[in-house]
């Protein structure tokens, strides 16, 4: 009779977990790991607080080798789409919002290739999630020196496809005229032809609209002067809420 014996694989998780237990009691590795997490943790309060703080600084030490060119936008970049879509760059103290991990483990990989501390922290983000004092999509910057910012993260939902075109009139005076003067023409258009006369004339048609003009120009006036708002060009640095 001829015995077969079957040789049993080698399973390498038992064989490296026996080796850690030789080299280390299970005591002293739990001990090394939370001290690592407090560690990690202490590096992700101090982030924190210097987002929460926001120190003023026009420049961050970084290295030139290390930077990504399509990360990096000059003021002027920022200026046009924050007029452009109605949203605020405002120091990352005012950010009322929650700051993702992924954004803290970006700074800590910056800082550590870059050998430095990041400081002077500015969020692109509509003006709903910021703290501003009352008279969709956060980008997180980091000033890099000569009104150049370096772009660390962006996070949440995409704006909505239309926010350029809907805020398109809110961008300045001429824009806004423009909407007024096309809103009149167009309830001038749904005015009965025989309100005022048996047949409109071009003049009377004109005259209406002029008058159709002054009323809805005269209601945005009184609610933007209550509600205190301003357009994008002069608001997109602003930090009061009422503009």
């Known amino acids: 009779m001829i015995l077969k014996m079957e040789l049993q694989g080698t399973h390498i998780p038992d064989k490296i977990l026996q080796n850690r237990n030789k080299r280390i009691s299970e005591q002293h590795l739990l001990e090394e790991v939370q001290e690592i997490f407090k560690r990690e943790q202490s590096k992700n309060d101090l982030i924190l607080k210097n987002i929460a703080e926001s120190i003023e600084t026009e420049s ?3 290295k030139f080798d ?3 060119t399509s ?3 000059h003021l002027s970049d920022i200026e046009k789409i924050c007029i452009d879509y109605r ?4 120091n990352s103290s005012l950010f009322k919002a929650e700051l ?3 954004a803290i483990s970006k700074i800590k990989h910056l800082e550590k290739i870059h050998e430095t501390k990041l400081e002077g922290f500015k969020i692109m983000a509509p003006a709903k999630l910021f703290k501003l004092k009352n008279a969709d999509d956060p980008l997180l910057f980091a ?3 000569n009104q150049y910012y370096y772009l660390i993260h962006s996070w949440g939902k995409d704006l909505h496809p239309f926010r350029k075109l809907m805020m398109w009139p809110f961008k300045n005076l001429e824009n806004f005229i423009l909407l007024l003067l096309v809103v009149s023409f167009f309830l001038t258009t749904l005015v009965p032809e025989g309100m005022f006369s048996q047949k409109q004339t071009t003049t009377e048609f004109l005259v209406i609209f002029l008058f159709m003009f002054k009323w809805v120009a005269g209601l945005a006036i009184y609610f933007g002067f209550k ?3 301003n357009f994008s060009e002069a608001i997109w640095r602003s930090k009061f809420y009422n503009a």
Request: aromatic share 18%.
């Open 87 to 90: 949203l605020r760059f405002l």
């Open 227 to 229: 509600k205190g708002k």
């Open 60 to 62: 961050n030490s970084l």
């Open 66 to 68: 290390f930077l990504e």
């Open 143 to 145: 000033p890099i020196g």
């Open 71 to 73: 990360k990096i936008y």
């Open 100 to 102: 993702p991990y992924e």
